[in-house]
């Protein structure tokens, strides 16, 4: 793998699902018979408009969990234990367990639950396996690790029951354990990236046909860096239901039922109509929207100027108008900003929910380890934190590495 961490190479998926394998054996003293992956995502552009019928443009990187399994000996036993390796927990679930059945479970157990589940209630087979997982997905950096686990526990009941999904509903499923068994009301994105990734190609979500088009990614000279601020400022956990509420009111008072039907025109002439507030809402909405596809056509032409002053845009557009970014995130684009071409760098932008988390970058690849030194020194001289960061290419989606 070409990944990077702070110029530490990272541990490849082979290297991952070995070491998986092995730690399988030591814990279940039986060697798996089922190996699978999915990867995390990250977002190039389009954000907070998954849930306004927008665009957007996602890819899976080359950061993976990866599940091992095999079936207990003991044919009596009726739950499924699932062991993380980094965080040395374990869960004991059954399908027919019902969201917070079990408060003593740590916290990634409903993720798993929830696809078990999912997988009983479409009347699907759910056998009871002995589980080892762990990953390179960071977590809470808005990569996007809960959907990586949920898909790959629907990936691992694939393999173990001979069972091929529709993809689509394979990611419905993982998003149904997130809505139902975390609490978490997600959009499609992040469950379809690690279901539908492809090596070399971003997708253009379309959020509310669910319709996916290819992007290619064809540039060879140029990587995606990705940087963690690791920070995550404590809100009160009203912003998004109220940004979300912000923008179905000005979607009502602009007049129409979807915001694929509103242009900028429309926004400014609804103007005197409008609070302050979701008149901001609504420009980031619409020009969101809209440099989403811009930037999709951009990437498949290899127009990356244009793709850069398009990420430049989002990230100004969600920190002034959407107001989700924070004080680290916009220091972490300036930074990238200030070097700019020179430097090999494209654009830049925060990407995620906001408040912390990370940024995305397109530098070309032979600036990327000075692009790192230099983040990496800026950032923690004026915040005292160190950041982390890698590279990644467009990376293949959730698939098995091992079956009997």
């Not at 609490?183 to 996916?212: A, T, W």
């Not at 000279?221 to 940004?243: C, M, P, Q």
């Not at 830049?348 to 995305?360: D, E, K, N, Q, Y």
């Amino acid at each position: 793998m070409t990944t990077t961490e702070n110029d530490t190479p990272t541990e490849s998926l082979t290297e991952l699902a070995d070491r998986v394998s092995e730690t399988h054996k030591k814990l279940y003293g039986q060697a798996p018979e089922f190996i699978v992956a999915a990867p995390g995502r990250v977002n190039l552009i389009g954000e907070h408009i998954d849930y306004n019928d927008g665009f957007v443009l996602p890819m899976a990187i080359e950061r993976y969990i990866v599940m091992a399994a095999s079936k207990p000996t003991d044919t009596d036993e009726a739950q499924s234990q699932y062991h993380s390796i980094s965080m040395d927990s374990s869960a004991r679930l059954a399908a027919t367990d019902q969201p917070g059945s079990d408060p003593s479970a740590p916290g990634w157990a409903c993720y798993v639950q929830g696809v078990l589940a999912g997988f009983h209630q479409s009347g699907r087979p759910t056998p009871t396996l002995n589980v080892s997982f762990d990953s390179t997905v960071p977590l809470g950096g808005g990569l996007s690790s809960s959907a990586a686990l949920e898909v790959a526990t629907a990936t691992l009941l694939e393999a173990a029951t001979s069972t091929t999904l529709d993809m689509r509903e394979k990611a419905l499923i993982c998003q149904k354990a997130e809505h139902d068994y975390a609490g978490v009301p997600c959009g499609i994105m992040d469950q379809f990236s690690s279901v539908f990734g492809k090596d070399g190609e971003l997708m253009l979500l379309d959020c509310r046909s669910q319709e996916i088009t290819a992007v290619p990614f064809r540039s060879d000279d140029i990587t995606l860096l990705i940087t963690n601020s690791n920070v995550k400022h404590e809100l009160n956990g009203g912003e998004y239901a109220e940004r979300r509420s912000q923008c179905d009111s000005a979607l009502q008072k602009i007049g129409k039922s979807t915001w694929r039907d509103i242009s900028m025109d429309d926004v400014n002439a609804a103007r005197d109509q409008l609070t302050d507030l979701e008149f901001k809402r609504a420009r980031h909405v619409v020009g969101e929207i809209q440099r989403t596809t811009q930037a999709a056509e951009a990437i498949s032409a290899g127009r990356w100027d244009e793709v850069g002053k398009l990420m430049y845009a989002s990230h100004d557009s969600l920190s002034d108008d959407f107001e989700v970014s924070c004080e680290e995130l916009d220091l972490l684009v300036n930074l990238a900003r200030e070097v700019n071409s020179e430097g090999g760098v494209i654009g830049s932008r925060m990407t995620g929910g906001g408040f912390g988390g990370c940024t995305v970058t397109l530098v070309k690849r032979d600036s990327a380890d000075a692009l790192i030194q230099a983040l990496t020194s800026r950032y923690k001289a004026e915040t005292g934190v160190e950041p982390s960061c890698f590279t990644s290419r467009p990376a293949l989606g959730a698939h098995i590495l091992s079956t009997p």
